[in-house]
């Protein structure tokens, strides 16, 4: 098993710590912009880049963000909002009858460690391959070739989770076995299909 993070295993909502610094309806207002890409900006820092850089690029590019920004980074503790339901139960259901399981998160190298500070669950991961340590993000196809490097295993023996389909699908050219997430509900329906022991 290879598991994302993000909405998978762990709540992420980035406007629960936008909103810490500057307000729910300035976070929704952000969130919502037209003029500014969250998620892209917040992608590069997944893919290796610095949040010095971002913070200052917004600065530059988009002043008038700036301190939206500045409160996503500095109370990103707060974006973690709980473990999934039911996803926890499922890796511990997994770990019990010997499955081995893995993690692949785009999480940037500066915040990933908050998660397993937080989350007992990861630590029933063999590992976790995180994007901004190795400088790659999914859907990037070479992230998919270093998990499956790192598992040891055919990649057709590994079975994908992740919450995006986009990263399902490029999951699935690399060779590895997919399924997009609902719930823990249907995961479990869809891995059982498959013949693993939950």
């Given amino acids: 098993m290879v598991w994302d993070l993000g909405n998978v295993l ?40 610095t ?3 971002a ?5 530059e590019s988009h002043p008038h963000w700036r301190d939206h920004a500045a409160a996503y980074h500095r109370h990103f503790v707060d974006s973690l909002v709980g473990e999934v339901p039911g996803s926890a139960d499922l890796v511990r259901d997994l770990r019990a009858a010997g499955v081995p399981q893995w993690g692949l998160t785009n999480w940037s ?12 669950v990861l630590a029933e991961l063999e590992d976790v391959v995180v994007s901004g340590r190795e400088g790659l993000a999914k859907p990037d196809p070479r992230i998919f070739d270093l998990t499956v490097a790192r598992t040891g295993l055919p990649a057709s023996a590994l079975v994908f989770v992740d919450d995006r389909a986009d990263n399902v699908e490029a999951a699935v050219a690399a060779g590895l076995q997919g399924v997009v997430f609902r719930d823990a509900v249907q995961v479990r329906s869809e891995l059982r299909k498959r013949g693993l022991p939950v």
């Fill in 109 to 120: 190298a500066e915040l990933y460690p908050h998660a397993p500070e937080r989350y007992a």
């Fill in 55 to 59: 913070l200052a690029a917004v600065a």
């Fill in 51 to 53: 949040w010095a850089d």
């Fill in 10 to 49: 762990i709540d992420w909502q980035p406007g629960r710590a936008v909103a810490t610094g500057v307000g729910e309806d300035e976070a929704a207002r952000f969130l919502a912009a037209d003029d500014f890409d969250f998620m892209a900006w917040n992608h590069v820092q997944d893919a290796g880049g």
